[in-house]
């Protein structure tokens, strides 16, 4: 197979590089790079049809992926559950609420899907060092795919990161680095380290093809609602890499003909409001937004105090009539206990955050009653053990037995 990529594009001022050699931000002004295809030829090439009859993996969209061989860096990655909800979307008054569950992917959330074409794509260049600053579960994710596709792997990780995903990313073999900080501080490590060692940069955005990872979330939204779109999309946003690569997964579509050229989603960012750079400036009309300046919260994969790609974010949010919402850890982890009682889902902070964010839209408003709204879980819980709600379990003495009401479910 040689693949339907023809070039990779600046997102600032569209200058084009090629797509067979290693290229990492744009030389001119330091722009992302976003993978272009052939999309005439891939329209030829290939029908609905024939991708669904495909084995249900992300693989299943390799027309719009970006490798040029047969040869992938797999762990076995389904398509995950667009699942409804509705008990919990009756406690958040969100009635027609589904729910993306990402936390069923290797390595526990959606980062396996950049990861594995991200690695793929670099083993394909020839690339044999990759090194990467992350909040923490891309370190995971990437550590896991390197490990498979024998590449050596260096992440770098603010001090604060969950336990588990730091021990987590040391068992695949990955060298780890804590730093004090935020992500911001771990990627100024990597870029130092890369340009003196010549390491490849794996660093969000820095280079082009984990998004094209991440994109095949809209994909199988796409695909799981029978070529349409929600209303809404929520989305817990960090580096917004989901986000923009979902914006451009069904711009794609759009263009091959698989979507109606009248399928249109408002994508909500959701953020923390001990973190919210794009929120602020959503909110104040800025084309960028600025570094904020002490970021702090549990929800460790939107800690992101500025994302290389803010600009395409909030493009993606006003293009798309979206918006942007900020919520507390209060309720984010009130939230979490909400989907693990209601529904026996144990999502992520992230994931609590995007809910607790519809909820608060449905309850300005802003969302509709008659409105389906994807929220995007991006991660299991299991991955924040330390973090995980609910009432502490009581140790039962000798001769002792459970009460016979619900005391200590409401404890
Ligand atoms: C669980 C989880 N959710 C969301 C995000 C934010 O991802 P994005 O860069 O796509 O905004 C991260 C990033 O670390 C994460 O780990
Ligand atoms: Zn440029």
Same mark, same amino acid.
């Given at each position: 197979?040689?693949?339907?990529?023809?070039?990779?594009?600046?997102? =600032?001022?569209?200058?084009?590089?090629?797509?067979?050699?290693?290229?990492?931000?744009?030389?001119?002004?330091?722009?992302?790079?976003?993978?272009?295809y052939d999309l005439? =030829?891939? $329209?030829?090439?290939?029908?609905?049809e024939a991708v669904?009859?495909?084995?249900?993996?992300?693989?299943?969209?390799?027309?719009?992926?970006?490798?040029?061989?047969?040869?992938?860096?797999?762990? &076995?990655?389904?398509?995950?559950?667009?699942? /409804?909800?509705?008990?919990?979307?009756?406690?958040? &008054?969100?009635?027609?609420?589904?729910?993306?569950?990402? %936390?069923?992917?290797?390595? %526990?959330?959606?980062?396996?899907?950049?990861?594995?074409?991200?690695?793929?794509?670099?083993?394909?260049?020839?690339?044999?060092?990759?090194?990467?600053?992350?909040?923490?579960?891309?370190?995971?994710?990437?550590?896991?795919?390197?490990?498979?596709?024998?590449?050596?792997?260096?992440?770098?990780?603010?001090?604060?990161?969950? /336990?588990?995903?730091?021990?987590?990313?040391?068992?695949?073999?990955?060298?780890?680095?804590?730093?004090?900080?935020?992500?911001?501080?771990?990627g100024k490590v990597?870029?130092?380290?890369?340009?003196?060692? %010549?390491?490849?940069?794996?660093?969000?955005?820095?280079?082009?093809? $984990?998004?094209?990872?991440?994109?095949?979330?809209?994909?199988?939204?796409?695909?799981?609602?029978?070529?349409?779109?929600?209303?809404?999309?929520?989305?817990?946003?960090?580096?917004?890499?989901?986000? +923009?690569?979902?914006?451009?997964?069904?711009?794609?579509?759009?263009?091959? #003909?698989?979507?109606?050229?009248?399928?249109?989603?408002?994508?909500?960012?959701?953020?923390?409001?001990?973190?919210?750079? +794009?929120?602020?400036?959503?909110?104040?009309?800025?084309?960028?937004?600025?570094?904020?300046?002490?970021?702090?919260?549990?929800?460790?994969?939107?800690?992101?105090?500025?994302?290389?790609?803010?600009?395409?974010?909030?493009?993606?949010?006003?293009?798309?009539?979206?918006?942007?919402?900020?919520?507390?850890?209060?309720? +984010?982890?009130?939230?979490?206990?909400?989907?693990?009682?209601?529904? %026996?889902?144990?999502?992520?902070?992230?994931?609590?955050?995007?809910?607790?964010?519809?909820?608060?839209?449905?309850?300005?408003?802003? +969302?509709?009653?008659?409105?389906?709204?994807?929220?995007?879980?991006?991660?299991?819980?299991?991955?924040?053990?330390?973090?995980?709600? #609910?009432?502490?379990?009581?140790?039962?003495?000798?001769?002792?037995?459970?009460?016979?009401?619900?005391?200590?479910?409401?404890?």
């Amino acid at each position: 197979m040689t693949g339907f990529a023809t070039h990779v594009e600046c997102a =600032r001022c569209n200058t084009d590089y090629p797509v067979d050699q290693i290229a990492q931000v744009c030389k001119l002004d330091g722009g992302p790079l976003l993978v272009r295809y052939d999309l005439t =030829r891939v $329209r030829a090439a290939v029908t609905r049809e024939a991708v669904t009859a495909r084995p249900a993996t992300l693989w299943r969209y390799r027309e719009l992926l970006p490798m040029t061989g047969e040869s992938i860096v797999t762990l &076995g990655e389904p398509v995950t559950p667009l699942d /409804e909800a509705p008990r919990l979307g009756a406690a958040l &008054g969100v009635p027609r609420l589904r729910v993306k569950d990402e %936390g069923l992917l290797p390595t %526990g959330t959606f980062k396996a899907r950049g990861a594995a074409v991200g690695v793929t794509r670099a083993r394909e260049l020839g690339v044999t060092v990759l090194a990467l600053p992350t909040a923490g579960n891309a370190g995971a994710a990437w550590a896991a795919y390197g490990a498979r596709a024998g590449l050596r792997v260096v992440v770098v990780m603010p001090e604060t990161t969950p /336990e588990v995903i730091v021990r987590e990313t040391s068992a695949y073999g990955a060298e780890t680095y804590l730093v004090p900080g935020s992500i911001a501080d771990a990627g100024k490590v990597v870029r130092q380290a890369c340009d003196r060692y %010549g390491w490849y940069d794996a660093s969000t955005l820095r280079e082009p093809y $984990r998004i094209e990872g991440k994109k095949t979330m809209g994909f199988e939204l796409a695909e799981q609602l029978g070529w349409r779109l929600p209303e809404v999309i929520v989305y817990p946003t960090g580096g917004g890499v989901g986000l +923009i690569g979902m914006w451009k997964a069904f711009q794609e579509l759009r263009a091959i #003909g698989w979507l109606a050229q009248s399928a249109k989603t408002r994508f909500v960012a959701a953020q923390s409001t001990g973190c919210a750079p +794009i929120v602020r400036a959503f909110e104040e009309g800025w084309d960028e937004s600025e570094a904020w300046p002490d970021p702090r919260t549990f929800a460790a994969g939107i800690r992101v105090p500025k994302a290389l790609g803010d600009f395409i974010v909030l493009k993606a949010l006003r293009e798309s009539g979206g918006t942007a919402v900020a919520v507390s850890d209060d309720d +984010i982890r009130a939230t979490m206990r909400a989907a693990g009682e209601a529904e %026996g889902m144990l999502v992520c902070p992230e994931g609590a955050a995007a809910l607790a964010a519809a909820e608060g839209l449905r309850r300005d408003g802003w +969302i509709g009653e008659d409105e389906q709204v994807v929220v995007f879980n991006t991660g299991t819980g299991l991955k924040y053990a330390e973090s995980l709600p #609910g009432a502490t379990p009581r140790r039962l003495g000798a001769n002792e037995l459970p009460e016979e009401s619900a005391a200590l479910r409401r404890a």
